[in-house]
């Protein structure tokens, strides 16, 4: 062979050697992070067909413990590294930065009671009364006062205007209010304690207590009554559940945490907004001495009937109270209307 092909072929040689260096080892030797599961440390073929699994998300990675599968690699709590499914290597994420995690809101919050529930213990609940009765609809033994209550409080602009109400003709009433509500107008609650007037429970959000479970019912009057120790620094005694519905847990579970259970045997109905004169002619066709008038907040209606109904009360000689200071003028609390709870 001449000189001349001996120098071809050595060129070409170099060439292909030189090909070999740029183009395949460094493939083969140093595979990118996307063929990683497919090259290194892929010994079967099982291992070659399996789909790559991405890295558990930051707020993923716990075992059993809770703890983390991952050594933090920064201040700021990224992970720094995790070991590959199927392999003994480690790949780094692409991305450090740790996730921002959205604040706390009442749109995204998993769990309703994390936000809702106060942190502080549940203040203890003075009774009533020293008496055994727990059910209470009238107070039969007390002959020249009612109780005026109002449900479903309070209300921003209307709570005032039934306070007004009352202060101009010096009458306390007693204020049955839902518990979601003291915590979105704590004001409005202090103003009415302020002036003298008592609040009870209407429960946390209006639920009915009677198809709850103990447990359940009384973890609602320890939310209530928490709110109102913060909202105006008092206990919590008197509970009206929402419609009037009672069970016997309810009853038994109201005793056990010394609440009362408020009913009324006087019902205008004015939640269905009739006009005023109506509203005062009910009250007065089933007022007795010794009655729990119901009414609600939050009416245009029942506020106008109001004045009218504290006079017209009166020129009867029924003096309105709240449910606590007629109680306190009970001796027997013996109610016979509890056997005609119908009416």
């Known amino acids: ?17 030189v090909c070999f260096c740029v183009f395949y080892y460094p493939t083969y030797a140093h595979p990118p992070s996307s063929l990683h599961g497919e090259y290194a440390g892929a010994d079967t073929d099982q291992q070659k067909n399996e789909p790559l699994k991405s890295p558990p ?14 050594q933090s690699g920064d201040k700021n709590g990224a992970p720094e590294s995790f070991s590959s499914p199927g392999t003994e290597q480690s790949v780094v994420p692409v991305q450090k930065e740790p996730t921002e995690v959205a604040p706390e809101t009442p749109e995204n919050i998993t769990n309703p009671s994390d936000s809702i529930t106060p942190q502080t213990p549940a203040p203890p609940a003075v009774p009533a009364s020293n008496t055994g009765n727990q059910l209470i609809k009238r107070v039969d033994s007390v002959h020249n006062m009612v109780a005026i209550t109002f449900d479903d409080g309070p209300f921003p602009q209307m709570t005032e205007q039934y306070l007004a109400v009352l202060d101009k003709l010096n009458v306390r009433a007693t204020f049955f209010m839902v518990g979601q509500r003291i915590k979105y107008y704590p004001e409005l609650a202090r103003r009415v304690a302020e002036q003298g007037n008592e609040i009870g429970s209407h429960s946390w959000q209006h639920a009915r207590l009677d198809e709850l479970t103990a447990e359940a019912i009384a973890e609602d009057m320890r939310l209530v009554a928490n709110e109102v120790q913060a909202a105006v620094g008092q206990a919590v005694s008197l509970l009206r559940p929402p419609y009037g519905a009672r069970s016997d847990v309810l009853l038994a579970t109201a005793e056990q945490h010394g609440y009362k259970v408020i009913i009324w045997d006087v019902d205008p109905r004015d939640w269905e907004d009739p006009p005023p004169d109506q509203i005062v002619a009910s009250v007065l066709g089933q007022v007795k001495p010794g009655s729990i008038i119901v009414m609600h907040e939050g009416h245009v209606n029942t506020l106008q009937a109001l004045p009218v109904i504290i006079q017209k009360l009166r020129e009867r000689g029924l003096e309105p109270v709240t449910v606590s200071e007629m109680l306190s003028r009970d001796i027997t609390q013996s109610d016979s209307s509890l056997a005609n709870e119908g009416n």
């Open 57 to 70: 998300a930051a707020n993923q990675g716990t075992n059993e413990s809770g703890q983390s599968q991952w």
């Open 1 to 17: 062979m001449s000189s001349t092909s001996l120098r071809v072929m050595s060129g070409i040689m170099f060439l292909l050697g």
